[in-house]
């Protein structure tokens, strides 16, 4: 079946860095587009991130939220079935549980998230 597990959340003061990763099973992961979404206490789940499939020049399109563009990066490692969310410069409102999710068959499969506070 479909797995997503999130990792590598934690405390970190602000502007410091983590890296989370989304290792995924069940499915042929090189061939879906995989999200990141975030949600905050007493707010609705929102969009961070995207990795494509595949993108031009063999590598991967990518796609960020205004609020962490220039300060998030996310990539992918097909050999690994992990997608990875570099995060630098975190500011106090990037506190959240990080999500992962890809859409596969008309169904959206989440990850069961890990949480991430910046505070000092």
């Known amino acids: 079946q479909v797995q997503l597990v999130e990792s590598g959340g934690g405390s970190v003061q602000p502007g410091g860095s983590l890296r989370l990763s989304c290792e995924a099973s069940?499915?042929?992961?090189?061939?879906?587009?995989i999200l990141w979404y975030r949600q905050a206490p007493g707010q609705e789940r929102e969009y961070v991130a995207t990795v494509s499939s595949a993108g031009d020049n063999n590598g991967f399109n990518v796609d960020y939220a205004d609020s962490v563009k220039a300060r998030f990066t996310v990539s992918r490692d097909n050999t690994k079935n992990t997608v990875y969310l570099q995060m630098n410069s975190l500011k106090p409102e990037d506190t959240a549980v990080y999500y992962c999710k890809v859409y596969r068959r008309g169904v959206d499969y989440w990850g069961k998230g890990t949480q991430v506070t910046v505070s000092s």
């Open positions: 069940g499915f042929a992961f090189s061939n879906y587009a």
